[in-house]
């Protein structure tokens, strides 16, 4: 009779805790993201966690550093617009796999990631001419156009504007020439998000100038 081998789980490190942290809220939300949920998902106790984490707090700042790092800075070199538009299309990518730290991003510091990502931001911005203010709104503004069509997307995603409102359009023209194209065009959240990118970035182009 072949006697089994004991199976060896990797040591239990900080990194390990963090990796499978994101992994959980990934797969589950971030409301599934529990010490005792944690432990369990690592097949240990809850208390072993504390022995390479605070807490949940560090968790978390953690796993915003962990998203924050996926995303892809642009080197010094590029022309602004082609660094923001590959910058804004990384933002997007990296949100879409891990939607629910968009609600967290602002509220936690990410640590040096943050930082690194922040100060390369703002450096391309500068170096194309930016004042400081201008490039804070900048940044500002385009993190806030990618979140918000993030969270859109992902709530709606295969669903054109006025769809399933075909029965009462009526007496409703707009809405009638509205699900009109998009049944005969389709409707593309990828376009939709270019489509927006640039119009921002026409309109920076237009405030860079100025200055």
Do not use: C, N
Not at 46 to 63: C, F, N, P, T
Not at 135 to 140: I, K, P, Y
């Amino acid at each position: 009779m072949t006697e089994k081998t004991p199976t060896t789980r990797p040591p239990l490190s900080r990194d390990r805790v963090l990796a499978a942290a994101l992994d959980l809220a990934d797969r589950h939300g971030l409301e599934a993201l529990t010490m005792r949920r944690l432990g369990s998902e690592l097949g240990v106790e809850a208390m072993s966690l504390y022995k390479h984490v605070a807490g949940k707090d560090e968790i978390l700042d953690g796993i915003v550093e962990l998203v924050l790092v996926e995303i892809e800075l642009p080197p010094a070199d590029v022309e602004w617009k082609d660094a923001m538009r590959e910058r804004a299309r990384s933002v997007r990518d990296v949100f879409r796999r891990h939607a629910w730290a968009i609600g967290l991003l602002e509220s936690r510091s990410g640590g040096r990631a943050a930082a690194v990502y922040v100060d390369a931001i703002i450096g391309v911005l500068r170096s194309a001419g930016f004042t400081v203010d201008d490039a804070a709104h900048a940044f500002w503004l385009l993190d806030s156009y990618v979140y918000g069509h993030v969270v859109q997307e992902t709530s709606i995603t295969g669903t054109p504007p006025g769809d399933g409102m075909e029965d009462g359009a009526g007496d409703l023209p707009h809405l009638a020439e509205l699900t009109r194209r998009a049944a005969v065009a389709g409707f593309q959240v990828d376009t939709e998000f270019e489509f927006g990118l640039e119009l921002i970035l026409d309109g920076l182009e237009r405030v860079r100038s100025r200055d």
